[in-house]
């Protein structure tokens, strides 16, 4: 079956403006993640949807970041009036909880270039 | 707080065994993932072991933990250049739906 999907795979935006940035789920897997990968550094833990709970933004830099995730499926992360330091490769992972792992399947993600 | 640390830089010739370390400071954790990033790709797990485990392999892969040391390895045997790539090791508890991962682990096969 199709894994994660993201898209755009590349953004190039100016700073001060708008992106969103998609992700289509494993069809079935519950819980989607966000990630965010800047160079040299590890993963750093965005936003977690997990069902119809209230999602967990602990992650979120600044109250320029956001995330929905529409039917509990598809999700779209959004930043507004982007800066040069949100630069960075966008993942997005998502998983189905069992009750022995929870194995996460990451998209290609988007890397997102602000000049 | 939770923290994983891993070595930055690992490399080896072709052919020889490759061993990439991980120290992790959280002792509830209950899973401990390891997962290959390819350049321009997102990462795939390679395989996971439960705390109650000490060893698990799984072809050329060999994942050693230690408990008491919060240590936690992967030996590639026979490493070949497709191996190439950035390692993350990751740690997660049974009750903590968020894994927290370590900066990677680049590893370079050289012939």
């Known amino acids: 079956g199709a894994g994660v999907s993201q898209s755009p795979s590349n953004k190039v935006t100016e700073k001060g403006k708008d992106v969103e940035l998609r992700c289509d789920p494993i069809s079935g897997h519950t819980a989607l993640y966000w990630y965010r990968q800047s160079l040299g550094q590890g993963l750093e833990f965005l936003i977690y949807f997990q069902g119809n709970s209230a999602p967990d933004k602990s992650g979120l830099p600044s109250d320029r970041f956001s995330a929905e995730r529409t039917g509990g499926s598809v999700s779209t992360l959004t930043i507004q009036r982007t800066q040069q330091e949100d630069s960075a490769v966008y993942l997005c992972a998502s998983s189905y909880r069992d009750l022995n792992t929870d194995t996460q399947y990451f998209g290609p993600g988007t890397r997102l270039t602000v000049l | ?111």
């Open chain 2, 1 to 111: 707080g939770e923290d994983v640390e891993q070595s930055l830089f690992l490399s080896v010739r072709e052919g020889d065994s490759s061993v990439i370390n991980c120290t992790y400071t959280d002792s509830s954790s209950t899973y401990l993932y390891w997962y290959k990033q390819e350049p321009g790709a997102g990462l795939q797990l390679l395989t996971y072991i439960f705390s109650n485990m000490d060893m698990k392999q799984d072809q050329r892969l060999t994942v050693l933990l230690n408990k008491k040391d919060k240590h936690l390895s992967l030996r590639i045997a026979d490493t070949q250049t497709g191996d190439s790539a950035i390692y993350f090791c990751a740690e997660s508890m049974g009750g903590s739906y968020i894994p927290t991962f370590g900066r990677g682990t680049s590893l370079i096969v050289h012939p």
